[in-house]
């Protein structure tokens, strides 16, 4: 028997005397995208253009005219979005929009699953397993099964949780995400492949699903049974998606489940702010939209109520070299402000000063730290800067990376160059030992013991030294003792010290290329250092990094500036942004110069970096950079290759006579 869903129509007709004044409190592009009423409808939010405010609005505007709250879905990437929209929405209109269903993929999913999850083969009370739990579950396989391959460099349970996340999201096969970003695990494909599929079987046979699963079981409920999808979409009246050019496939997939039966569905998004395919974000999604939904309106939001005119310029510049967009034009209605600056520095440490004077002076005519910030491709790009910022007392927190002085892998290299200084540094002996293959807590503390009561003998001595570990142990003693002995410079010592620690680093971390590399910039940066004690006095020691920093904007009452990668400074905003070291190789990467879609992924990460400045941006790079294999040149970034002087204006660092540089 054939069913037929008869579809009720609750909305009164549009009310002509709305509470809310919509024309008097949005431009006239936000009005249309307000105003749309059925179909589907891919809105292009260009930044800073409000976005989320028509979203708000168009939630009041259908509960207004008479659209049931609960049968308005709205996906968001976090809660808080959500949240926050839906409490404006009640702010503007009244608790009618408290009844709006509003939250992630990932919750919405969670909730169809716990009603539908008997018709899966899952109990309706199925566990969810958080990150931690299925990293738990995934190295407990590893450890029952896989044993035999841990010297081999089987992937530890991080990576291959990140492995198997990237093949459901980016819907690729094992050995395309190997081959893409693991090469070095390809000869354990077959073992990896038959470990996920262990890994599936056992959250089936125990009645648990991950993060993950929530959205696979969710399409297959929805594509595998007719009725249930009809009953669920007839749910959703209307359907509204922000931040649609993160989404990946699968979540495309379940956006025209989710609205397959009224189809009144409005994706918004800015195919220009697209910079997650690292996260397994498909870029077509929202290019290829208007082609996928019939009758498709598309609308556009162009005006920007962030920026001062000259930075869009510079921002709709640069979207002009874009391969594959939707054509937009930023535009504002404040024609004041400052061209922004390219600023041309001799080497890293001419780039910091002049950001952190620059902060000083900006600071000095009343422009708060905390409205500042500087934005940068990597987290080791803002090493040498952090360095010139602890010197001069100015207070930061960084996001998108570890401080410098924090990360795992630069502290056990400076625990190396502490003993070297001092012999009896017991903490950084601890540390060196228990890197050690084969040493662990009890050893390490016998040798640590040892060294303590035979001051005048070298480690390779030790009465407690096993042979299963005496080769390392004597490679240690033998780098320490040409550190000791020859006097090194800093770079050369650092240079000597990272050639034994190159294997441990492979060792213990699967991210080990990105660890090698921050340890090479690391060598570069102390060749500014003329011996080890200033430069550990500098940087070895926590509190430089955080109580000094800490202290410093606690007894001024000042709130710190930002450092953060661009990715982690999207949707943000502050009056004045630093973009540093805008390179070719770093912006964009190396590794996308040879990939057209990878490099307009980078394009569109300068362009989200650019248009978090209100007033002023300045972008820099340096002329020469240090490595550990020594100076060498380097080219600004070929995004800025023809924007002419009149949008970019070149700026000049000149050393002041006679004058000593601030800070030293």
């Known amino acids: 028997m054939k069913k037929f869903i008869l579809q009720t129509d609750n909305r009164s007709q549009r009310s002509s005397n709305y509470q809310i004044p919509y024309r008097e409190q949005l431009n006239t592009q936000q009005l249309g995208a307000v105003m749309h009423d059925d179909g589907p409808a891919l809105v292009i939010a260009g930044a800073g253009t409000g976005k989320t405010r028509t979203l708000v609005y168009r939630v009041a505007r259908l509960v207004e005219d008479g659209?049931?709250?609960e049968s308005i879905l709205l996906l968001t990437f976090t809660r808080r979005a959500a949240r926050e929209m839906l409490n404006r929405a009640t702010d503007v209109l009244d608790n009618r929009c408290k009844k709006v269903r509003g939250g992630t993929f990932h919750h919405y999913c969670n909730l169809l699953l716990h009603r539908y999850a008997e018709e899966l083969g899952y109990p309706r009370n199925f566990t969810l397993l958080d990150q931690s739990d299925a990293m738990d579950t995934i190295h407990h396989i590893r450890s029952t099964y896989y044993h035999h391959l841990r010297l081999k460099r089987f992937p530890q349970k991080q990576t291959l949780s990140a492995i198997f996340s990237s093949m459901i999201n980016t819907r690729r096969s094992l050995y395309e995400v190997l081959a893409d970003g693991y090469p070095r695990f390809l000869e354990?494909?077959?073992?990896?492949?038959?470990?996920?599929?262990?890994?599936?079987?056992y959250k089936r046979d125990n009645g648990v699903m991950d993060f993950d699963d929530l959205l696979t079981q969710?399409?297959?409920?929805?594509?595998?049974?007719?009725?249930?999808?009809?009953k669920v979409a007839s749910q959703n009246r209307y359907v509204m998606v922000d931040e649609y050019q993160d989404t990946n496939n699968?979540?495309?997939?379940?956006?025209?489940?989710?609205?397959s039966v009224h189809e009144n569905l409005m994706v918004v998004g800015d195919d220009a702010q697209s910079i997650y395919a690292f996260r397994g974000a498909n870029f077509k999604n929202i290019l290829a939209f208007p082609d996928l939904y019939d009758n498709c309106?598309?609308?556009?939001?162009?005006?920007?109520?962030?920026?001062?005119?000259?930075?869009l310029k510079l921002a709709n510049s640069l979207m002009d070299k874009a391969n594959d967009k939707f054509d937009k034009n930023l535009y504002t209605r404040r024609s004041s402000g400052d061209l922004p600056g390219i600023v041309k520095a001799s080497n890293e440490n001419e780039q910091s000063r002049f950001v952190a004077q620059m902060l000083l002076q900006l600071r000095e005519q009343e422009i708060p730290l905390n409205d500042m910030a500087v934005l940068f491709r990597n987290g080791r790009d803002s090493y040498d800067l952090e360095w010139e910022l602890n010197k001069l007392n100015i207070p930061f927190r960084k996001f998108g990376g570890q401080k410098f002085a924090e990360a795992a892998h630069i502290r056990d290299v400076l625990a190396?160059?502490?003993v070297v200084v001092n012999p009896e540094d017991q903490i950084a002996w601890n540390r060196i030992l228990m890197l050690v293959d084969g040493i662990g807590p009890k050893t390490a503390s016998e040798l640590v013991n040892w060294l303590r009561l035979n001051?005048?003998?070298?480690?390779?001595?030790?009465?407690?030294?096993?042979?299963?570990?005496?080769?390392?142990?004597?490679?240690?003693?033998?780098a320490l003792s040409d550190i000791s002995t020859k006097k090194n410079k800093p770079s050369e010592a650092l240079e000597r010290i990272i050639a034994y620690y190159t294997p441990v680093c492979e060792n213990r971390y699967d991210d080990h290329p990105k660890r090698i590399k921050d340890l090479e910039a690391f060598a570069g940066l102390s060749r500014n250092y003329t011996g080890l004690d200033q430069l550990l006095q500098d940087l070895t020691l926590e509190p430089l990094d955080a109580s000094a920093m800490e202290t410093e904007a606690s007894a001024k009452d000042e709130p710190p500036l930002t450092l953060t990668t661009i990715h982690s400074a999207k949707g943000l905003e502050w009056d004045t942004v630093f973009i540093i070291q805008c390179l070719d190789g770093v912006l964009p990467s190396g590794y996308a110069v040879e990939n057209a879609s990878a490099l307009d992924e980078e394009l569109r990460l300068l362009y989200v970096a650019c248009t978090r400045a209100r007033e002023r941006l300045f972008i820099s790079y340096p002329v020469t950079r240090e490595s550990s294999y020594g100076e060498f040149f380097s080219n600004p970034s070929r995004f800025l290759e023809d924007i002419p002087e009149y949008i970019l204006e070149t700026w000049k660092l000149v050393e002041e006579p006679d004058q000593k540089r601030l800070g030293e």
């Not at 969710?218 to 009809?230: A, F, H």
């Not at 699968?250 to 609205?259: H, I, K, T």
């Not at 309106?297 to 930075?311: D, G, M, Q, T, V």
């Open 188 to 201: 354990h494909h077959d073992a990896v492949a038959e470990l996920f599929d262990r890994y599936n079987r």
């Open 218 to 230: 969710t399409r297959v409920l929805l594509s595998g049974n007719d009725d249930i999808r009809r």
């Open 250 to 259: 699968l979540q495309a997939d379940l956006v025209a489940l989710f609205s």
């Open 67 to 69: 659209t049931p709250p």
């Open 416 to 418: 190396h160059l502490r």
């Open 455 to 478: 001051k005048n003998r070298g480690l390779r001595e030790a009465d407690v030294a096993s042979k299963s570990y005496k080769k390392q142990i004597d490679q240690l003693s033998e």
């Open 297 to 311: 309106k598309i609308l556009k939001l162009e005006e920007n109520y962030r920026s001062a005119e000259p930075i």
